[in-house]
């Protein structure tokens, strides 16, 4: 199974974590909330991938 990167939703109560992603121009939806992760290095796992990424 291919996959290139990978999210985490951390939930605390009723809270969930998010972060505001750069406004630089040159990345995907800049300046939009988003969910901890990102893309894949080498032979990661998608739970490696989102614990380094987190």
Do not use: H
């Not at 750069?22 to 290095?41: S, T, V």
């Amino acid at each position: 199974m291919l996959f290139s990167g990978a999210k985490i939703a951390l939930l605390c109560d009723d809270l969930i974590l998010i972060y505001q992603r750069d406004d630089k121009p040159n990345i995907p939806w800049p300046g939009l909330w988003d969910l901890p992760g990102g893309g894949r290095e080498d032979d990661e796992t998608p739970l490696q991938t989102a614990v380094r990424e987190t």
